[in-house]
């Protein structure tokens, strides 16, 4: 894999004053070898890199990109709002206009609030939801990732699994077990735990499209099961759709299959490429928040006033030119061109599509729904197979456990170079 040199001079400078030469973990190349190329602008599908190297971005920033690079909306947006400045804390119009569109938009989301990661809403919400039931436990699956709160991180998908590490050191055993992992898709196990300690569990927290270690498409009828269990048992169900949420359409999975948790978290896409995160729920719930509540929560950068409008900017351009539309029509050009050649490959793999959201399962059989259930040999063909396409101008995911995206800024003939491009590295393995 050939960086080219001003990113390799560049990323040895990194290395020196940042771990790993990076800000986030998998952007490291760890998984699949090689040095990264250091990213110097975007627009619509297209990254340029610091040697002018170009390529299609099937990555988009890990899910926030919908719209492509540096949309023209969303960047008037942005400098309209820093003219007026970048921070007040204190309240502004933009936090209030997103909160009355997405409360408009995701099924029975009475009141929200911000904050600047994804990591955060999740670690908020559930807190909130223990404060709320007054209970300590919660459930999560294994393989859902739900930001690098301690006690989340445990069997939490792509990131660790990449490194070969269930569950992050510097996580004390007594926050670990509060949290209880069971597998995905397993009814039973829901059933058994929720029968022994039912009483003690605040929440059961899920990725109701778990796109952190492959993606593992549930079935409905597991999703509803949760959402009876947590009812029957006084415990609160949390869809994390930080990637799931504006990307499937405004009401996210909770719409698509017609299921409202209790509380949800957003992340990514809401924020229109700036940091910025949320969660919300039915106001008897949000309104144990402080000030109103006992559960504490703040942020200084919260609500940001640009940040906002970036993500409202982004928010309503999706709803006026019916994006979740095209992106599925794009879609089933995916399924129809780089699905039947997967399929049809000499090596095992498939297509998994949900809207616009990709994974190449690289293993036989039906597309896995549970993460036991993924071939540790996709690693290393993926890598393979990863080097070929950034070699010839195609940024996909750094791991084998990534999934990719579609932005309204691709077209057919990014699909087709794609398609083009794996079907030589099939050639290649002949
Ligand atoms: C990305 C992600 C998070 C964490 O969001 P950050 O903004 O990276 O902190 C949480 N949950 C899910 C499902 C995610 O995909």
Redesign the pocket.
């Known amino acids: 894999m050939s960086a080219g040199q001003n990113s390799l001079e560049l990323f040895a400078r990194a290395k020196a004053v940042l771990p790993g030469g990076v800000s986030s973990p998998v952007r490291a190349f760890g998984a699949v070898g090689g040095s990264p190329p250091v990213i110097r602008r975007g627009n619509g599908a297209i990254v340029e890199d610091e040697d002018g190297s170009r390529y299609t971005d099937f990555v988009c920033s890990?899910?926030p990109l919908i719209l492509g690079h540096a949309h023209p909306v969303v960047v008037s947006a942005i400098v309209d709002a820093t003219e007026r400045g970048t921070s007040f804390g204190a309240p502004c119009k933009g936090e209030i206009e997103l909160a009355e569109l997405i409360t408009g938009w995701y099924p029975g989301l009475e009141k929200v609030r911000f904050v600047s990661?994804?990591?955060?809403?999740?670690m908020s919400a559930i807190r909130l939801a223990r404060g709320y039931t007054d209970r300590d436990t919660i459930i999560k699956f294994s393989g859902?990732?739900?930001?690098?709160a301690d006690h989340l991180l445990v069997d939490a998908g792509s990131g660790l699994a990449t490194f070969g590490h269930p569950t992050s050191a510097g996580v004390p055993e007594a926050f670990a077990q509060k949290t209880l992992v069971l597998p995905l898709d397993d009814e039973e196990a829901v059933q058994k735990t929720f029968a022994e300690v039912g009483k003690e569990i605040a929440a059961v927290i899920i990725?109701p499209v778990p796109?952190?270690n492959g993606l593992l498409i549930q079935r409905p009828e597991f999703l509803q099961y949760l959402r009876d269990e947590t009812a029957a048992a006084g415990s609160l169900l949390i869809f994390?759709e930080?990637?799931s949420g504006f990307r499937l359409g405004p009401a996210g999975a909770a719409g698509q299959y017609g299921i409202q948790p209790d509380l949800a978290?957003f992340?990514?896409i809401i924020g229109g490429g700036l940091?910025v995160?949320a969660f919300g729920g039915r106001a008897e719930v949000m309104d144990r928040l402080a000030p109103l509540g006992p559960v504490y929560q703040a942020g200084t950068l919260s609500g940001n006033p640009v940040a906002m409008a970036a993500g409202k900017a982004a928010l309503t351009t999706l709803e006026r030119d019916s994006v979740w539309g095209k992106l599925e029509t794009l879609g089933q050009y995916l399924d129809d061109t780089l699905g039947e050649l997967l399929k049809n490959g000499p090596i095992p793999a498939a297509l998994v599509r949900i809207g616009s959201i990709f994974w190449i399962s690289l293993q036989d059989g039906e597309p896995p729904r549970a993460a036991a259930d993924i071939s540790p040999d996709a690693a290393e063909i993926y890598g393979r197979l990863f080097s070929h396409l950034l070699d010839n101008g195609i940024c996909m995911a750094p791991s084998a456990y990534e999934v990719g995206f579609l932005s309204a800024a691709h077209t057919t003939e990014d699909i087709d170079a794609l398609v083009r491009e794996v079907g030589a590295f099939f050639e290649g393995l002949k």
Do not use: L, Q, R
């Open positions: 890990w899910g990661s994804g990591t955060e809403a999740t859902c990732y739900h930001g690098h990725e796109a952190n994390d930080v990637i978290t992340g990514k940091p995160g």
